[in-house]
């Protein structure tokens, strides 16, 4: 496993359902992300947290709902999702988002929406 | 906006064969380069980081060059192994205006080394 450990590493889940995805890092990192990769297209970036506070939302649809509580976890919380957003979610950290730090993936959620 | 294109898309070459994949970015003006590696439905593990300021990195096998100005990177693999199949992805961190901390991919070519 990676410094950074995502939970649970498949879900499938109707569209009435509610659900959360979880990332933990143990790097010490203080900025946390959410990508998404879909079937064919470059990973998109979905939101950015520095130092738990959100600093970018790349247009993502109100369905998926980020939280990050503290500098080391970070959530997503799914509610009524279209089957479309099936997709490999993949969370990532790095050590600030002004410096030139590398990104530390973690191993990714593959989603299933039926 | 930034754009990352890799080329090949994918790659079949025989075990032992020295490779070169390709990256370029459209705005030079990047915080660094990185490159990660893509096992089938897993997740990205780091394989090289490039700074602005450097032109290569090596670890072990591995050598990325980066040209910041042409908006370019090559990765090169030596000695090619059955275990380096995967998908090589480029990423190019841009830090200006609304894009804090993003990375810009390309879409990853695919490698497949037989034995």
């Known amino acids: 496993e990676t410094g950074v450990t995502q939970t649970p590493r498949h879900l499938v889940m109707g569209m009435t359902n509610k659900k959360s995805l979880k990332c933990e890092q143990h790097?010490?990192?203080?900025?946390m992300y959410w990508y998404k990769q879909s079937a064919k297209k470059p990973l998109e970036l979905m939101f950015v947290y520095s130092l738990e506070e959100r600093v970018e939302n790349n247009s993502v649809p109100s369905r998926f709902s980020p939280e990050c509580p503290n500098s080391s976890h970070l959530f997503l919380h799914l509610h009524t999702l279209q089957p479309e957003d099936s997709a490999l979610y993949l969370c990532?950290?790095?050590?600030?988002?002004?410096?030139?730090?590398?990104?530390?993936f973690g191993s990714g959620t593959r989603l299933t929406v039926v | 906006k930034q754009e990352v294109t890799q080329i090949p898309a994918a790659l079949s070459v025989p075990e032992g064969e020295n490779l070169v994949l390709n990256c370029s970015f459209t705005d030079s003006a990047i915080y660094n380069l990185q490159w990660f590696r893509q096992d089938p439905g897993k997740g990205l593990t780091s394989l090289l980081l490039i700074q602005s300021s450097q032109r290569e990195q090596t670890s072990g096998r591995l050598n990325a060059s980066l040209d910041k100005s042409s908006g370019r990177s090559t990765l090169y693999i030596a000695a090619s192994q059955p275990g380096d199949s995967a998908t090589y992805l480029c990423a190019v961190r841009v830090d200006r205006g609304s894009t804090l901390g993003r990375l810009y991919f390309g879409r990853g070519t695919q490698l497949t080394v037989w034995p």
């Open positions: 790097l010490g990192h203080n900025a």
């Open positions: 990532a950290s790095s050590q600030g988002i002004l410096q030139g730090y590398g990104y530390t």
